[in-house]
């Protein structure tokens, strides 16, 4: 999955600083040549689209003076080299130093002017990285941000002769900024942990010789050798051997897949059993599982509106609280209500607290971490955005076919007419349906157990069927519209079957129809259920089978609503006028081509990744990479949750930041409450906004115990 060569992705390795991420975007994006940049704090990583090739090196250069004076900490380096950002001794090292300089001066018998310099070494121990930032802002013009904030603040505070108290508040800044650093590293970690599944290489097998390659050069047709213990390197399909693979990192799948020749495999499986050889079916970069990172890379550049306000609150707020704490500190002495020095001291304490690190940085996580935890439940989703949405589903749509079936279709009856004999109209028939990828012409041709000819031009017609051209005529195979349009008559009793019927006409004879049937997924019940348990109002189905195929599959779910014999074009019309009548935000869920427009119009739209088109998949919101419905169920509940964190962790820092502020204005706080308000609720939220993570894991363990119960 190599980008293009007028693309950059880049590492950021130490950002954690949302703000600052802002910033390097932002200046990124105004770069000569530069036509879009996306900072993801989340992956430590910068992509960055110029217009003209060969401009890379120079761009690079650009940004690392960029963000060397945003973030001095942070290092720039292409992707691929290491994530790993190293435990930060240098950090530890000179808060120690401080530290030991602060005790030294506040408890030993010094001279005043001894313990004086012993608090300023103190406090450039532990506050240089914060002075070197803010003069280096200052020279670009930037004041308002958190280095600033706590630099004015503890300079205040030695300018009123409070040196004790000015190095204690640096160091547990500085102290409390390190133990979110880590905090936000760990929870990064967590939520990245599916980047890891990826096998960068394979064994090729090329006329019995083994050879390791990188994945990235294995070609489609051919064959790759997986041990036991090892993970499929790329799609493909079984070509000998028996094995059990463990998909749950990938699907969120609990129960080991058994699987033989014939049977296909996802890259990033883990091999349980004996070896296999496998041929590959698709390239490295067209994989389920890297189609599947892309989408989760993608997801983390597209912003949630909860997460574009608090940005934007952000940077009105600081402000307004350096307004309000100059006037507080300038006003009521002047209007004779008490001294400089105390207001002043009120004033810093206002400054503390107003840092906005605890929403800036706790939001996105929140957010990131529950698409991470949907990831682990099989479910990839294209944005925060499609969490905030999903939270608020009210009315859920299915598709039938490949969604609530399985979508592996048996012939279960052939029934020809006049003299045409079974393996006549099924000859007829697979001639026809070959050149569809439609599940009901797979089980044909497979019934007819032989290749047909591949020569002769083959229609599709969407909703309907196939059309045949050949030296004498044309074979039609499809539903009985198809042959009524063409004004050929079929037989009636075909359609009081069960399971989808193909008629199938010959140079405008009725040849006969076959009846295909379809199985219900075990999941489907279990998902409409557990989809009213969240609250969810109505659940229904639209579908292209026939009417009474739906009747059938609906009456056994117990749907509120359904409609069958829907051509495409007939769905978005019923879609629009369900939610019309239903109100509220409405998810679709589908597998195939036809439901692409539905995916595209719904409020958030969810399609199935194991037997979905790609058409489905590039329209839809999300993708379900095991084909269970019960997956959108796990999305919207993870939704709930993860929509229910991130408005605790705002209610709970403007909460404390508010309270602080008013004792600080009335005199009852000091700065050691303002840098809890500050650095303490920036932690616990950071802490906070990873529980999605674990009720993620939660959602897999249940839905581990509840198969092996079934078991």
């Known amino acids: 999955m190599s980008a293009p060569r007028n693309e950059l992705r880049l590492s950021l390795e130490g950002l954690n600083c949302a703000q600052c991420s802002a910033r390097i975007e932002d200046s990124v994006r105004l770069l000569p040549g530069v036509s879009s940049a996306a900072v993801d704090l989340v992956a430590g990583r910068l992509r960055v689209e110029f217009v003209r090739e060969g401009e890379g090196d120079e761009i690079i250069s650009r940004i690392r003076g960029i963000v060397s004076s945003i973030e001095p900490g942070v290092s720039v380096a292409e992707e691929g080299a290491s994530q790993e950002t190293a435990f930060p001794k240098k950090a530890m090292l000179r808060l120690g130093a401080g530290l030991l300089l602060w005790v030294a001066a506040m408890f030993a018998e010094l001279p005043e002017g001894v313990r004086t310099a012993l608090y300023v070494a103190a406090y450039l121990a532990a506050g240089i990285n914060v002075l070197r930032t803010v003069f280096g802002n200052l020279r670009q013009g930037r004041i308002f941000d958190e280095f600033f904030l706590m630099t004015l603040a503890t300079g205040g505070a030695f300018a009123i002769g409070e040196f004790s108290e000015a190095v204690a508040v640096m160091l ?3 102290s409390g900024e390190l133990v979110q ?7 990064r970690r967590s939520i990245l942990s599916l980047m890891d599944i990826r096998p960068d290489s394979a064994v090729l097998l090329e006329e019995g010789v083994e050879r390791r390659v990188r994945a990235e050069e294995v070609g489609v047709g051919q064959i790759v050798l997986v041990k036991p213990g090892e993970r499929i390197p790329l799609d493909g399909s079984v070509r000998s051997g028996m094995s059990s693979l463990d998909t749950s990192s990938l699907t969120g799948e609990s129960v080991p897949r058994d699987v033989a020749s014939g049977d296909d495999v996802l890259a990033g499986s883990v091999n349980l059993g004996g070896t296999l050889t496998v041929c590959v079916t698709r390239l490295f970069g067209e994989s389920t599982l890297s189609k599947g990172l892309r989408l989760i890379e993608e997801a983390r550049e597209r912003k949630a509106p909860t997460e574009r306000f608090i940005t934007a609150f952000a940077k009105r707020y600081t402000p307004a609280v350096v307004a309000a704490a100059a006037l507080l500190a300038v006003v009521p002495p002047l209007l004779g209500m008490g001294a400089f020095r105390d207001w002043g001291y009120r004033a810093l304490v206002f400054l503390v607290v107003s840092c906005p690190c605890a929403l800036v940085i706790s939001v996105p996580l929140a957010l990131f971490g529950g698409i991470g935890a949907a990831s682990r439940r ?18 859920v749509l299915f598709d039938k ?27 007829l028939a697979a001639a026809a349906e070959r050149g569809s990828n439609h599940p009901v012409a797979r089980a044909v041709v497979a019934e007819a157990g032989h290749s047909p000819s591949a020569h002769e031009p083959i229609e599709e017609i969407p909703g309907l069927g196939v059309r045949l051209l050949r030296s004498g005529g044309e074979i039609l195979a499809g539903n009985a519209r198809l042959l009524a349009d063409a004004g050929i008559m079929s037989d009636p009793e075909a359609e009081a079957r069960p399971g989808a019927v193909v008629h199938v006409a010959d140079s405008g004879r009725y040849a006969g129809y076959i009846v295909v049937e379809d199985v219900l997924r075990e999941q489907s019940k279990r998902a409409v259920e557990r989809l009213r348990s969240l ?10 089978d026939r009417p009474e195929n739906a009747a059938r599959i609906a009456e056994e779910l117990g749907l509120d609503l359904w409609e069958g014999g829907l051509l495409p074009s007939d769905k978005l019309e019923r879609f629009e006028r369900i939610r019309e009548r239903t109100g509220g935000t409405t998810l679709f869920v589908g597998d ?88 303490g609720v920036a932690l616990l939220a950071t802490l906070n906004a990873a529980r999605v993570l674990h009720f993620g894991e939660r959602l897999q363990r249940e839905s581990a115990t509840k198969e092996a119960t079934k078991e």
Do not use: C, H
């Open 401 to 427: 076919t490949g969604t609530l079936t399985r979508g592996v279709f048996r012939v279960t009856g052939v029934f020809p007419s006049g003299d045409t004999g079974r393996e006549g109209l099924l000859s």
């Open 172 to 174: 547990f800044y500085e």
């Open 181 to 187: 650093d880590l905090a936000v590293a760990k929870s």
């Open 535 to 544: 609250g969810v109002s109505t659940v229904g189905m639209l579908s292209g």
């Open 592 to 679: 195939g081509m036809n439901d692409a427009p539905l995916l595209a119009a719904a409020d958030a739209g969810m399609a199935m990744g194991g037997l979905g088109a790609d058409a489905a998949i590039e329209a839809a919101d999300g993708v379900i990479l095991n084909d269970d419905p019960l997956g959108a169920a796990d999305a919207i509940e993870i939704a709930r949750r993860t929509r229910s964190i991130v408005w605790q962790n705002i209610v709970f820092a403007l909460g404390i930041k508010g309270l602080v502020l008013l004792m600080g204005a009335f005199g009852m706080a000091s700065m050691w409450e303002a840098v809890f308000a500050d650095v």
């Open 378 to 395: 099989g479910v990839l989703l294209k944005g925060g955005n499609v969490l905030e949405t999903l939270a608020k589903v009210r009315t």
